[in-house]
């Protein structure tokens, strides 16, 4: 894969995707990470505190956002990364919306390890499919 990635978002931001956030910052992409109102920020502040930016100018590349109602911003990623509960009806719903808002071509990616890739996308549309399998 040969593909720049300009822009990510990330969905949840517990420790691990709040850590993947940092991360994209961390290589000078902006990020907007996804959650419900108010977590997005603390998972920002919990990297600041943690360590998890390389320094902490670094925290201003992610945009906390609200998954209610800022999801049309996803639009704006190269990279999509979801990281939330573990539980597959929860991801596929959030797929989804996702799918409904994202730009074609964007990646798309999972932290869930636990259950297949195949499992998680089952019933997503072709496109989303295609990109789903690009980024894993």
Known sequence: MNETVKAAAVFGAGSMGGGIAARFANAGVPV???DKPGLAKSGVERQLKAGGFMHPTCAKLVRPCSVEDEIARVVEADW???AVIKD???KRD???RIDAA???GSLVSSNFSTVSLAR????ASPAFVERARAGA
């Open 32 to 34: 907007l990470l996804f």
């Open 80 to 82: 999509i990364v979801e």
């Open 88 to 90: 597959v009806a929860v």
């Open 94 to 96: 959030l797929y989804a």
């Open 102 to 104: 994202r730009k074609p």
């Open 120 to 123: 998680l996308i089952e019933g």
